[in-house]
């Protein structure tokens, strides 16, 4: 199964959502000598209902999970505490080896949990069936004027990245709802940093430091670049450990992650606090 039918699936199940207004202010202080721009993707991008990717953040998952297997033609057979165990499992594997924050690949999680059911399905079904499950627990739309600010930031001639807590159908989104493919929409493919494919998830602070290794090779210093997100904890703390300037994206109640009770957040104050996308561009000079 290519891209093309993955890209219909997401279209045919998506519905656009409006993001829920916060009481934060707004805080735009021009920011001079920026280069970069780098973005987390579920929360400040695209409205999550979930309010960010991840299974313990599901809407109504059992009837998701049963619904997707139905949808790729298996029988509605477990729930969602299926994949829970899988993934605290490989969890708990990872930080034996010393990883402090792992990440999972969901194809992987779910094909453990279809073997246990006593499934054997392709690699395509697999993905579909990921997908399937992912629109109905946690859908998406684009933020309002995502695709106006990634065009702005592009006139602006700053390189474009992404560090994201992500699976495989995460850069599918751009595609499917604004079509383009990220290369396409101006972002550097090498500055794009998806926790599935390093197995680590923000807030470890190893997605940044290849951010910033790779931005240095094109001589890019940490300070020259911004790093909007909508989690202080997992956002804006390793970002400025990194040496990034910060901005926080307080635009939908439903994923702003203030934190005020984790020690890592006490000291961390963003240069930035933006409540419509659109404001990103007006700081930059």
């Known amino acids: 199964m290519n891209d093309t039918e993955l890209l219909r699936r997401i279209r045919e199940r998506s519905r656009p959502l409006d993001p829920l207004p916060t009481e934060m202010e707004a805080r735009l202080p021009e920011l001079k000598d920026i280069r970069a721009v780098l973005f987390d993707i579920y929360g400040t991008l695209f409205v999550s209902a979930a309010g960010d990717i991840g299974v313990g953040l599901a809407i109504d998952g059992d009837r998701a999970f049963r619904a997707a297997m139905e949808a790729v033609g298996l029988p509605p057979k477990g729930g969602a505490a299926l994949l829970t165990e899988a993934i605290e499992a490989e969890h708990a594997r990872k930080r034996a080896l010393g990883i402090e924050y792992p990440e999972v690949d969901i194809v992987e999680i779910w094909k453990t ?4 059911l006593a499934f054997s399905v392709s690699s395509a079904t697999l993905r579909l069936l990921a997908l399937e499950y992912e629109l ?4 998406v739309w684009p933020m309002p004027g995502l695709a106006a600010l990634l065009a702005g930031l592009r006139r602006k001639g700053l ?4 560090i994201s807590n992500a699976q495989f159908f995460t850069p599918l989104l751009f595609p499917a709802f604004l079509d383009r493919s990220l290369d396409e929409l101006g972002f550097s493919s090498d500055c794009c940093i998806f926790s599935w494919r390093v197995g680590e ?3 470890s602070r190893r997605l940044f430091e290849l951010a910033a290794a790779r931005l240095r090779a ?4 940490p300070r020259q670049v911004l790093y909007l997100g909508n989690d202080c904890l997992n956002d804006l703390w390793p970002a400025g450990q990194t ?9 939908d109640a439903r994923s702003l992650r203030l934190r005020e009770t984790d020690p890592r957040c006490r000291e961390v104050e963003p240069d930035c606090v933006f409540r419509k996308l659109r404001e990103v561009t007006q700081v930059i000079d």
Request: net charge positive.
């Open 201 to 203: 998830a923000k807030p």
């Open 243 to 251: 040496g990034f300037r910060t901005g926080l994206f307080a635009g």
């Open 113 to 116: 949990v279809l073997e246990r």
């Open 218 to 221: 094109r001589g890019i210093g």
């Open 136 to 139: 109905r627990v946690n859908p």
């Open 159 to 162: 390189l474009l990245g992404v």
